[in-house]
């Protein structure tokens, strides 16, 4: 769900993780609205994307620091090939964390993939259309 056995680079994570630390978590709210949700789905309920958005505010600095440290040291692309079960990839069309293309070459690395983007989407397209992401789950735990 919006995720890949690689995410960003290294570099930008650990910089992230030295911004938390001198600034806090509070910090990444702004930055965080742009990637997370698209534009539109912040006019349209701002009120939601509020919510999840100040969780941020509660975040321990440096749990966080330490977890965007264990994503710059995550890379699991060559691994992909080895999966045994499905890979059914689940993407926002306008995801800046997840870029589509990279997306597609996961699932096809993958013996068994599927890849499903999601229209109108960012980061959390779970949040933005949980309509379209439930009806894909189903859908896809259904099929054999």
């Known amino acids: 769900m919006c995720s890949l056995p690689r995410i960003g680079?290294?570099?930008?994570?650990?910089q992230?993780?030295?911004?938390?630390r001198a600034q806090g978590t509070p910090s990444l709210v702004t930055g965080s609205a742009?990637?997370?949700?698209?534009?539109?789905?912040?006019?349209?309920e701002p009120d939601a994307a509020a919510r999840i958005l100040h969780r941020l505010l509660d975040i321990d600095d440096?749990?966080?620091a330490l977890c965007v440290e264990a994503l710059a040291a995550t890379d699991l692309?060559?691994?992909?090939?080895?999966?045994?079960?499905?890979?059914?990839?689940?993407v926002g069309d306008q995801d800046p964390v997840i870029p589509v293309p990279e997306a597609e070459a996961v699932v096809a690395a993958a013996p068994r993939g599927s890849l499903h983007i999601v229209p109108g989407t960012s980061h959390l397209a779970a949040v933005e259309r949980p309509d379209l992401v439930a009806a894909l789950i189903t859908t896809e735990s259904s099929t054999p």
């Open 16 to 20: 992230r993780a030295s911004e938390v």
């Open 62 to 64: 440096e749990s966080y």
């Open 34 to 44: 742009s990637r997370w949700f698209t534009t539109e789905f912040l006019e349209r």
């Open 9 to 14: 680079t290294p570099e930008g994570w650990r």
């Open 77 to 90: 692309r060559s691994r992909v090939g080895e999966l045994a079960i499905p890979l059914n990839l689940v």
